[in-house]
Structure formats: C-alpha cells, structure tokens
C-alpha cells in the first residue's frame, strides 16, 4: 500500500533547477517532521532537509543556500525547491514522513544533473 507519492524528479543540466513533491495518503494521522534524503550510488543514504509540522527547516550544508523546504499541512505534502544543482546532487530522492513514531518512505525519484 502506497502511503507517499513523490515527484518532480528527472534531468537537468547544471544550475539548473527542479522541483520535487511528495504527497502522503490521507490514511495517515497526525504527520510530524517530513524530510527528503538522498542515496547516490555506491553511497549511503543521507538526510538532506527536515521540516517539522510549524515550519522549523534544517538543511544539510551541501545544499544550504540551494534547497528550500517546504510543506502544506492541509494537503499533506511535502515540496523541495532546488537551485543551482550540481552534478553531485544527482542522487535518488527520497521522502520520508514521521507519524506516533512511524516513519513512512517514498518510492523514491531520481535526479540527475548532467550536460
């Protein structure tokens, strides 16, 4: 059973900029923090922005001044707007949403950033 939906993920060359969404069912109650990681390959799986239900955002510090995050409680979604991407942002994006101590994950969307 799907319980995150992502998006937004594809080509683009660098500088360039794309936006990712995550959209958690209705089916779950009460979202805490949400987050985006990322996993490139041959590497580990890495936070790269957390924001909690009133909007406090942290970010990772290879992307501070890059990434925003965001979210619409109201739709249960999840938004990460990147700028300036680089080729070592290319990576498979992942959401993740914390519930009672529950976390669900996204499927996952790949980035990739190359000319």
């Known amino acids: 059973q799907v319980q995150l939906v992502e998006s937004g993920g594809g080509l683009v060359q660098p500088g360039g900029s794309l936006r990712l969404s995550c959209a958690a069912s209705s089916k779950i109650f009460g979202i805490g923090d949400m987050s985006w990681y990322r996993q490139a390959p041959g590497k580990q799986r890495e936070l790269v922005a957390a924001i909690t239900r009133g909007g406090s955002a942290n970010y990772a510090d290879s992307v501070k001044g890059r990434f925003t995050i965001t979210r619409d409680n109201a739709k249960n979604t999840v938004y990460l707007q990147m700028n300036s991407l680089k080729p070592e942002d290319t990576a498979v994006y992942y959401c993740?949403?914390?519930?009672?101590?529950?976390?669900?994950w996204g499927q996952g969307t790949q980035v990739t950033v190359s000319s």
């Open positions: 993740n949403a914390e519930s009672r101590l529950i976390h669900y």
